[in-house]
């Protein structure tokens, strides 16, 4: 599954402030998500991603677990003022049971 994440996306992980990160995900661990979907299948984590990617988010973390992978995209939107308009976060979190296959967890905050 770590094959899902290009460089593009590890580089823009390793370029992202750490300092913002910390804030992003303290913002999302303490409040519920606005949306949440669940997917099986085996190829319903690249979905997921392939959709963030398209949407304008850019991988911020990255988890990797014995049996599952935890991803955190961000995108900061602005107006055509320079306001900032809208900041989105997704957790996908992509689990793997050997009885049942694959399942994907896609949460989003507007933060």
């Known amino acids: 599954m770590v094959t899902a994440i290009t460089d593009d996306d590890r580089g823009h992980m390793n370029t992202f402030p ?3 990160r910390m804030k992003i995900i303290q913002k999302i ?12 299948g085996n190829n319903s984590y690249v979905k997921a991603m392939l959709q963030l990617r398209a949407r304008g988010l ?13 991803a955190i995209w961000y995108r900061k ?3 055509l003022l320079g ?3 809208a900041e989105v976060a997704a957790m996908v979190v992509w689990e793997f049971d ?3 296959g694959s399942k994907t967890t896609l ?4 933060i």
Do not use: Y
């Open 58 to 70: 850019g991988l911020i973390d990255l988890q990797p677990q014995e049996t599952a992978f935890t």
């Open 18 to 20: 750490v300092k913002q």
């Open 77 to 79: 939107q602005r107006s």
């Open 83 to 85: 306001l900032l308009k």
């Open 29 to 40: 661990m303490s409040n519920p998500p606005a949306s949440e979907w669940n997917c099986e």
């Open 98 to 100: 050997g009885d049942t």
């Open 107 to 110: 949460r989003v905050w507007n």
